[in-house]
């Protein structure tokens, strides 16, 4: 790991790439509109990006149609794409420290998260899928035997993905290349609190062959570049990640226009059950605290509803708290800080409203608090720990993505499992206890796409993630991932 002079002087001779991308080249916005993008560490300037709207979607999407319908990518062999899309994955591990910087500064991320998590996930991300690509068989139908009916799976068109900021990176990676994989023409629009690594991701897919055209970045704001493209009528598939409130106005776009489909990856209010039979205590208070305070609890898994059991509440408790000590804030290019600053003051404001609508409500502040903020010395908000939390209580429901972490109660297996279904959403949970039989009966009953048994967070190319209920009906990563950016298609042949 480098130092943190070093990851300084890297970052002061970085470059931003602050056009749109569209047919392999920067440029800049039709209406020459730019917004800027600011550093949440010390809120400086770090470049004035263009701000995409109509005029650019339109554009964008007439030529990513015309490159789909040409075949250069679509009709390309698998194993040729594959080679492409291989040279792209080294490519990003070429320019490794580069991207690490890019989100650090862009959106407050520790160095240390994005080096131990989210460009090597990248990389793999593009590498696995890439060697996926030519794994890919139809199918032949078990029918009468004078008929051939064949199955296969076809590139869609125009896929949309429109992604978040709080693992600008990885999101957008876990987007790109299944869709890319599979054939389509590709238009993403990154979030405008981080568009700059999907800039620079863009430009490092055309170094590795990828045709002009096929992958196009637009940056822009939800109402002007999201809005257009979820509701244009020559966009196929929209694939997003973001809240749940966007992903609402998605759908609604999707029927307004074209029926496109429409893939939501929404957000989170994780539970965590800590059972009294649970055999290590502090392990579970150690990987609690990283389940909320990591990546500053802007994370859509984030377990920010905590139900433990009875009997052993003070002793986790006082665990916990020891725990959270550990979530040091600094500047993030630091590797010892463990908690960079919120993305923007909007956020930290959602942090703050909160800790004091908990307080108000009758909660109990064990550790943390309202954040101190200075003008100019960035969005820092504190470890939050509180206590004496119910379910009747707007933070305990309410999706806060920030360091607070809601602390309640249970007594029996079935009340856990209640207070946890108790939520719109159902993305993640995790559960603690040496007990087998009860891991398996209770992660059967929790309502999520994915539950973590004595341990929190795990996942690879290999899995699926994502959720259920309000929380988004697509799973990003692995082979099923792919499913989304293709159609199905059926030939029949008379014999
Ligand atoms: P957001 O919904 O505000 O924005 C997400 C994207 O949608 C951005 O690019 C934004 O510009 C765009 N957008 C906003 N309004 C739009 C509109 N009217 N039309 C089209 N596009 C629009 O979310 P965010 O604040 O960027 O990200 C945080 C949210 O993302 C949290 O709720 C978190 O849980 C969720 N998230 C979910 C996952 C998952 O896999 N389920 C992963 C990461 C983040």
Not at 23 to 38: A, H, K, V, W
Request: glycine letters at 8%; hydrophobic letters at 45%.
């Amino acid at each position: 790991m480098k130092s943190y002079a070093e990851w300084k002087q890297l970052s002061h001779d970085i470059s931003f790439r602050d056009k749109a991308y569209i047919n392999g080249r920067f440029q800049p916005s039709q209406r020459g509109q730019t917004f800027p993008s600011i550093n949440p560490t010390n809120e400086a300037l770090l470049a004035n990006v263009a701000s995409c709207d109509d005029a650019d979607v339109d554009i964008a999407v007439a030529n990513a149609k015309a490159v789909f319908e040409s075949g250069v990518w679509s009709q390309m062999a698998p194993a040729k794409r594959k080679e492409i899309m291989l040279r792209w994955a080294d490519l990003i591990e070429a320019h490794h420290d580069e991207f690490a910087i890019l989100d650090t500064l862009d959106m407050g991320k520790s160095i240390s998260e994005m080096v131990a998590v989210d460009v090597p996930d990248t990389i793999d991300c593009f590498r696995w899928t890439a060697e996926s690509i030519d794994k890919v068989y139809g199918d032949i139908a078990p029918t009468n035997k004078d008929v051939l009916a064949l199955i296969t799976h076809e590139p869609v068109g125009v896929v949309a993905a429109i992604t978040p900021w709080n693992y600008p990176l990885m999101m957008v990676s876990w987007k790109l290349a299944p869709a890319i994989a599979m054939g389509n023409s590709v238009i993403l629009k990154p979030s405008e609190k981080a568009p700059l690594s999907a800039l620079r991701l863009a430009e490092l897919a055309s170094e590795a062959g990828l045709p002009d055209g096929v992958l196009n970045v637009l940056p822009g704001f939800g109402h002007t570049a999201g809005k257009a493209l979820a509701l244009h009528m020559d966009v196929d598939v929209l694939a997003f990640t973001g809240s749940t409130r966007v992903a609402g106005m998605l759908m609604e776009y999707a029927g307004q226009s074209n029926l496109k489909k429409v893939w939501l990856e929404a957000g989170g209010k994780s539970p965590n059950i800590i059972f009294d039979d649970c055999d290590d205590i502090v392990k579970a208070a150690r990987t609690s605290a990283a389940a909320i305070f990591s990546n500053q609890g802007e994370v859509c898994i984030a377990c920010s509803r905590i139900y433990v059991q009875k009997g052993i509440k003070e002793a986790f408790l006082s665990a916990l708290k020891e725990a959270a000590q550990a979530y040091r804030t600094g500047d993030p290019l630091d590797p010892e800080t463990r908690m960079g600053p919120m993305v923007d003051a909007a956020q930290l404001n959602t942090v703050a409203h909160y800790i004091q609508s908990a307080l108000d409500q009758g909660a109990t502040l064990a550790t943390g608090g309202l954040p101190d903020y200075t003008e100019g010395k960035g969005f820092y908000a504190k470890p939050t720990i509180i206590t004496d939390a119910d379910n009747s209580m707007t933070f305990v429901q309410e999706e806060i993505f920030g360091p607070v972490l809601a602390v309640c109660e249970f007594e029996t297996e079935g009340e856990a499992i209640a207070l946890a279904n108790d939520s719109r959403y159902g993305l993640g949970a995790a559960i603690w206890t040496a007990n087998l039989s009860r891991a398996h009966r209770v992660s059967r009953q929790l309502k999520s796409g994915m539950v973590w048994v004595n341990t929190w967070g795990e996942g690879d190319s290999t899995v699926p993630f994502g959720g259920v209920k309000a929380s988004g009906n697509g799973r990003d990563k692995s082979i099923h991932s792919l499913e989304k950016y293709t159609s199905m298609k059926n030939v029949w042949i008379r014999i």
